[in-house]
């Protein structure tokens, strides 16, 4: 059974990424005077959703006044190629599990970053583009004043106080490096050569 711990480490850090489908990776939340218990929005995958079928609407109604861009998920291409990439790398990290190759875990490991890296990367440019790129025409324009909410932590725009953190989904993410991380590190301790006493 011993042996065969990298290989069921692999196992797991693969399917963990399928929860990605099931819980969003990163949540924002707005909190005003109006809105004192907030309203937040889900960033998933493969969709942008709010706590009700309302969110995006009352989101888009606010970003309106201040000359944003509307937040239209079926304009984002991220959501519609990433779900592709996730079961891939699922997919990749099962074959990579059938060869008793430590350094396969180590590269599958690596790539999980690479992607981790280049999605928030990606996640970054999108809020930067819709906090920057504002209409001429806004009916509420503030000079030099910006509406990018943060990576991580909190940012007052505003009146507004914009929340950013990581969800579930992402959550899912690093556990799969870390068990993907355990799986080369578990093979490679036991295939090291034993002093001789």
């Known amino acids: 059974m011993k042996s065969y711990l990298p290989r069921i480490l692999m196992w797991i850090a693969s399917l963990s990424l399928l929860v990605l489908f099931l819980f969003p990776i990163w949540k924002i939340t707005l909190k005003a005077p109006q809105y004192p218990d907030g309203i937040s929005m889900y960033i998933w995958i493969n969709q942008i959703t709010g706590d009700s079928e309302y969110t995006l609407q009352n989101i888009n109604i606010l970003n309106h006044y201040v000359g944003m861009k509307y937040i239209e998920p079926d304009s984002i291409p991220e959501l519609t190629y990433f779900p592709y ?3 891939g790398l699922c997919l990749l990290g099962l074959a990579l599990s059938f060869f008793k190759n430590n350094r396969f875990y180590l590269v ?9 890296v280049l999605g928030l990367y990606d996640f970054y440019l999108w809020e930067y583009d819709y906090g920057h790129d504002l209409s001429d025409k806004a009916p509420i324009k503030v000079p030099g004043m910006a509406y990018q909410p943060p990576l991580f932590g909190s940012k007052m725009l505003l009146n507004f106080e914009a929340i950013s953190y990581p969800h579930t989904g992402a959550l899912f993410m690093g556990i799969s490096i870390v068990l993907s991380f355990l799986s080369f590190f578990i093979g490679k301790k036991r295939k090291a050569p034993k002093a001789f006493a």
């Open 108 to 116: 599958y490991s690596l790539i999980l970053i690479m992607v981790c």
């Open 85 to 87: 990439i996730i079961i």
